[in-house]
């Protein structure tokens, strides 16, 4: 027969690992922001990325330039339609504006966006005009 002080920690173990699982979903749950002036903002890439549709706003990023680029990840291509992108330059100019689409995803949906950009893009914070803070792709050399 088990003890009452195995039993007691055999509850709060299996406390524990509910209390982790919660704060997992919860964490995949949390709604974060990419401002996307690309791709991303169209239905068929969202589709394909994410298995739906994003919800967004209208929103812009000041202080930085758009400049096309020749992308060279096939798999990217394939899923854009196309190897001539736009791209991001910091300038540094207020009077600079990339207009584009703030878009609400969970953390697991920023993981899948990390996935489907091209290897030579990072992911960085920028604050956007409306206030908000929010992810966004650029090549790791535009800053």
């Known amino acids: 027969m088990a003890s009452f002080r195995t039993i007691a920690s055999e509850q709060l173990t299996n406390k524990t690992i509910h209390a982790s699982r919660m704060m997992m979903s919860v964490l995949e749950q949390q709604t974060e922001f990419l401002f996307s002036y690309g791709t991303l903002q169209s239905a068929t890439v969202q589709l394909a990325t994410f298995g739906r549709l994003l919800d967004g706003q209208p929103d812009a990023l000041l202080g930085y330039s758009i400049v096309m680029i020749e992308i060279e990840d096939q798999d990217f291509v394939d899923t854009s339609g196309t190897p001539h992108h736009r791209n991001l330059r910091f ?3 207020r009077s600079d504006i990339v207009e584009g689409t ?4 969970t953390n697991s949906e920023l993981d899948l966006a990390d996935s489907y950009e091209p290897s030579n893009y990072e992911r960085i914070q920028v604050q956007l005009r409306s206030g908000a803070t929010a992810w966004v792709y650029i090549t790791r050399n535009s800053r």
Do not use: C, F, I
């Open 91 to 93: 300038t540094g100019a």
């Open 102 to 105: 703030r878009l609400s995803l």
